[in-house]
T-cell receptor, first 116, second 111 residues
Framework: GAVVSQHPSWVICKSGTSVKIECRSL??????MFWYRQFPKQSLMLMAT?????????EQGVEKDKFLINHASLTLSTLTVTSAHPEDSSFYIC????????????FGPGTRLTVL | QKEVEQNSGPLSVPEGAIASLNCTYS??????FFWYRQYSGKSPELIMS????GDKEDGRFTAQLNKASQYVSLLIRDSQPSDSATYLC???????????FGTGTRLKVLA
């Protein structure tokens, strides 16, 4: 299957700081990428859809000024959690669908964020 | 509201048995269906995709799709303890860029 990477795999930061998470499609181009958040023992929650060359589409209840998304190229999307607080501690996962008929969606390995 | 429903489980099966996981979806126009496996603390991993009615087999896994009844299932033959995980059903409905995920079924394979 296609490969999606994320960096960093984990990060610990102090409350009030900003954290940037990178998502890369390594062997295919992705005009669209998705950002999810998952709290322990809960379901995946779609936060936003990242679109190459245009603004991201945010799900209801997700603050776009707090979770900044930039899709700078066909292989890179970044999520910046601004002014992070302990309640933002979670598992952040990106994914990218392949193009063409299959439209299979591949996930990155995730980034575990802990805000102290 | 397009929905995908799964029984949360846990579904417990003995080692070597067949595990049967089911999923129903609401959007009749959906064309693409996926099963993911998610181990605790890890991200989801795609294990099967299916697009046409009927069965699709890949090793010990068989996906079954019935569009008329709007359900998709996953059979795992010769279940192993390493198959213990949460299995997510995902649907790509028509007319949207999003994928809709079920809440997942937790499978426990008992040694």
């Amino acid at each position: 299957g296609a490969v999606v990477s994320q960096h960093p795999s984990w990060v610990i930061c102090k409350s009030g700081t900003s954290v940037k998470i990178e998502c890369r499609s390594l062997d295919f181009q992705a005009t669209t990428m998705f950002w999810y958040r998952q709290f322990p023992k809960q379901s995946l929650m779609l936060m936003a859809t990242s679109n190459e060359g245009s603004k991201a589409t945010y799900e209801q209840g997700v603050e776009k000024d707090k979770f900044l998304i930039n899709h700078a190229s066909l292989t890179l999307s970044t999520l910046t959690v601004t002014s992070a607080h302990p309640e933002d501690s979670s598992f952040y996962i990106c994914s990218a669908p392949t193009s063409g008929g299959a439209n299979e969606q591949f996930f990155g390995p995730g980034t575990r964020l802990t805000v102290l | 509201q397009k929905e995908v429903e799964q029984n949360s489980g846990p579904l417990s099966v003995p080692e070597g048995a067949i595990a049967s996981l089911n999923c129903t979806y609401s959007d009749r126009g959906s064309q693409s269906f996926f099963w993911y496996r998610q181990y605790s603390g890890k991200s989801p991993e795609l294990i099967m995709s299916i697009y046409s009615n009927g069965d699709k087999e890949d090793g010990r896994f068989t996906a079954q799709l019935n569009k008329a009844s709007q359900y998709v299932s996953l059979l795992i033959r010769d279940s192993q303890p390493s198959d213990s995980a949460t299995y997510l059903c995902a649907v790509h409905p028509s007319g949207t860029y999003k994928y809709i995920f079920g809440t997942g079924t937790r499978l426990k394979v008992l040694a």
